[in-house]
């Protein structure tokens, strides 16, 4: 079995390749709807959050107060460490499982826009890394999230802050810029991949 990453910035693309693959039959596991569920449904998560970010997070219902985690985070380095740090776990256990279940797949893919960060660069076999330019991304996701461009900026900046040791040694670019179409390059990759 192979496993492949694909990963990009916010607004690259990284969606629209998961979803060309979905059609064509092939497995894929999203990290971030996956944390959001996890977080959602994990006592243990919410407890870690309560205990090591803050118990104000956890509202009376035992839901997160998601609004007033981001507020915690994004203005603590500290804070986002440690949220990190429970989520990617919960992740990388939850992954782990899901490969399990789908070992007879010769083929998985696993959506990440924070690979490298989240240590899930080591569980995988290659690499594609979905690349646009600023100018498209920012407009991609104003659009989406109706949002101002200098919040957008302000997570590209945040995504960008981090720099990896190392690239994963077999990554495959994949150009949604508009320039190029994106069906033949995401075959081009398939090929490559198997």
Not at 76 to 91: C, E, Q, T, Y
């Amino acid at each position: 079995m192979s496993i492949i990453a694909i990963t990009g910035g916010i607004g690259s693309g990284k969606s629209a390749v998961s979803r060309m693959l979905s059609v064509m039959g092939m497995l894929v596991y999203d990290c971030d709807s996956r944390a959001k569920s996890l977080m959602d449904r994990s006592d243990n998560i919410k407890r870690r959050i309560a205990t090591e970010i803050s118990p104000d997070c956890i509202s009376s219902d035992n839901t997160i107060d998601r609004g007033l985690l981001s507020r915690y985070v994004f203005n603590d380095a500290g804070a986002l460490d440690r949220l990190n740090k429970i989520v990617h776990g919960a992740v990388r256990e939850d992954f782990n499982r899901w490969c399990v279940r789908h070992k007879d797949n010769p083929m998985l893919f696993v959506e990440t826009a924070i690979l490298y960060q989240s240590g899930m660069d080591s569980m995988v076999d290659g690499v594609w890394e979905v690349v646009a330019s600023e100018d498209t991304r920012v407009a991609r996701v104003m659009a989406r999230n109706h949002c101002p461009a200098s919040e957008v900026k302000a997570r590209i900046s945040s995504q960008n802050s981090f720099i990896p040791r190392y690239k994963h040694p077999r990554t495959i670019y994949i150009d949604n810029d508009g320039s190029k179409a994106l069906l033949p390059q995401v075959l081009s990759a398939l090929a490559d991949s198997r």
